[in-house]
């Protein structure tokens, strides 16, 4: 099992900064791949930037340019810390941001969800 719990989110203005944080617990050596979605409000939860399991970043176009992913192992520790250094934030950013974390085939291969975190983005 993995916990993943959220933060970082809040309200700023148009141009503005926010960085999110996603601490992963429990067993973090079966995550394979993590990533942040969001839902914005009546919408669909669609894929904000991932990390595939050899560590390199993608993006949703409408994102590229502007978000940062990461992902910070913490030595001899069972946390993993997964991040999204969000710049630039424009009105159509506002919505629920979720963190996942996808295990490995031999642990079992589900797909976990943090409880989410709201981002609203004044215009």
């Known amino acids: 099992q993995v916990q993943l719990v959220e933060s970082g989110g809040g309200l700023v203005q148009t141009g503005g900064s926010l960085r999110l944080s996603c601490a992963a617990s429990g067993d973090t050596t079966c995550i394979s791949t993590m990533g942040w979605y969001r839902q914005p409000p009546g919408k669909e939860r669609d894929l904000v930037a991932g990390l595939t399991s050899g560590g390199a970043p993608y993006y949703a176009d409408s994102v590229k340019g502007r978000f940062t992913i990461s992902r910070d192992n913490a030595e001899n520790t069972a946390e993993n810390t997964l991040s999204l250094q969000m710049n630039s934030l424009r009105p159509e950013d506002t919505a629920i941001y979720y963190c996942?974390?996808?295990?490995?085939?031999?642990?079992?291969?589900?797909?976990?969800w943090g409880q989410g975190t709201q981002v609203t983005v004044s215009s």
């Open positions: 996942n974390a996808d295990l490995t085939v031999r642990c079992g291969g589900a797909s976990h």
